[in-house]
Nanobody, 117 residues
Framework: VQLQASGGGLVQAGGSLRLSCTASGVTFSSYDMAWFRQAPGKEREFVSRIIRIGSTIYADSVKGRFTISRDNAKNTVYLQMNSLNPEDTAVYYC????????????WGQGTQVTVSS
């Protein structure tokens, strides 16, 4: 099983990025997918989740700015990030979970997002 995250980069405050995470070796449509992030010196935190039937949830810090979506035909989950600010700077990780709740089964390698002021 592999989750390959991409799309990170350097962007100015107020800009946008779209992250992608493509899964292989799993029945993608059977998994809830999520994005987490970890800033330097901080613990990893939840960003957003999209369950297998499409419902979504967001951390308060990104609500209204980030949008998670999935394309089951492409085995890919996306995170559209708008109105970025320096506090969004972090390594972003995608994760997959088959159970309705609990720990995530698989994690991607992370993609760096840096927002300059």
């Amino acid at each position: 099983v592999q989750l390959q995250a991409s799309g990170g980069g350097l962007v100015q405050a107020g800009g946008s990025l779209r992250l992608s995470c493509t899964a292989s070796g799993v029945t993608f449509s059977s998994y809830d997918m999520a994005w987490f992030r970890q800033a330097p010196g901080k613990e990893r935190e939840f960003v957003s989740r999209i369950i297998r039937i499409g419902s979504t949830i967001y951390a308060d810090s990104v609500k209204g700015r980030f949008t998670i979506s999935r394309d089951n035909a492409k085995n890919t989950v996306y995170l559209q990030m708008n109105s970025l600010n320096p506090e969004d700077t972090a390594v972003y990780y995608c994760a997959a979970r088959k159970a309705v709740r609990g720990n995530y089964d698989f994690w991607g390698q992370g993609t760096q997002v840096t927002v300059s002021s």
